[in-house]
């Protein structure tokens, strides 16, 4: 086999690699304008509320929801940092740590070593929605899952020595499901495993 087939083959396994562990938040914010007589704005008082009113915790929250809440955080955050290694083929600079456990650094460590022999790097987003999260009650340590539709539409594996971006498979779903598992620990939740289901559209 002559290097330019190996090297289009490490390239292929790469991408195949990035893309079955492929799963980073992306929000859009939108504006809105609308037009009024300024005077008449100005004689209105503001309804805005207050900086002590946005901060001050609701005394009738639920604490299985404020759980949910927590959970959905550290696994958007994981998912964040992730990005930010797989964009530079390392972790080094990241808190990916911080917010997934040796099993789960295993399977991300792997891609970007495949990433670094392949010279690739991954740019863009990856999108998420119908992201839910269920607490587990009486285990110890506290567990909990997240259920998630990952969006491929706009992440690119990029090959660094070509410069150019490497096309996804045809037969690649752009949006499927992915499931997380994590705990709670001493410093908060955290990712033990993340596993992608590329035959399970969504």
């Not at 999260?133 to 491929?152: E, F, N, Q, Y």
Request: hydrophobic share 30%.
């Amino acid at each position: 086999m002559t290097p330019m087939f190996k090297t289009k083959n490490k390239l292929l396994r790469s991408r195949n690699r990035l893309i079955g562990t492929a799963l980073v938040g992306c929000s859009v914010f939108a504006l809105t304008a609308c037009s009024s007589d300024s005077k008449s704005d100005e004689s209105k008082p503001s309804s805005k509320p207050t900086k002590a009113e946005k901060v001050q915790p609701s005394k009738s929250a639920d604490p299985q929801e404020v759980e949910k809440t927590a959970v959905l955080a550290a696994y958007q955050h994981m998912q964040d940092e992730r990005l930010k290694a797989y964009g530079k083929a390392s972790e080094r600079g990241t808190q990916l740590q911080k917010y997934a456990t040796l099993d789960a650094l295993g399977q991300f460590r792997l891609a970007m070593l495949d990433m670094k022999k392949a010279g690739t790097v991954v740019k863009g987003a990856l999108g998420h929605s119908d992201t839910t999260a269920t607490i587990r009650s009486g285990t110890k340590p506290p567990s909990a899952s997240v259920s998630d539709c990952v969006d491929l539409s706009q992440w690119k594996t990029w090959d660094t020595k070509a410069n150019k971006e490497i096309p996804m498979p045809s037969a690649q779903p752009q949006r499927y499901r992915a499931t997380a598992e994590l705990e709670k620990w001493k410093d908060g939740w955290i990712v033990t495993t993340y596993v992608p289901h590329g035959n399970q559209e969504c």
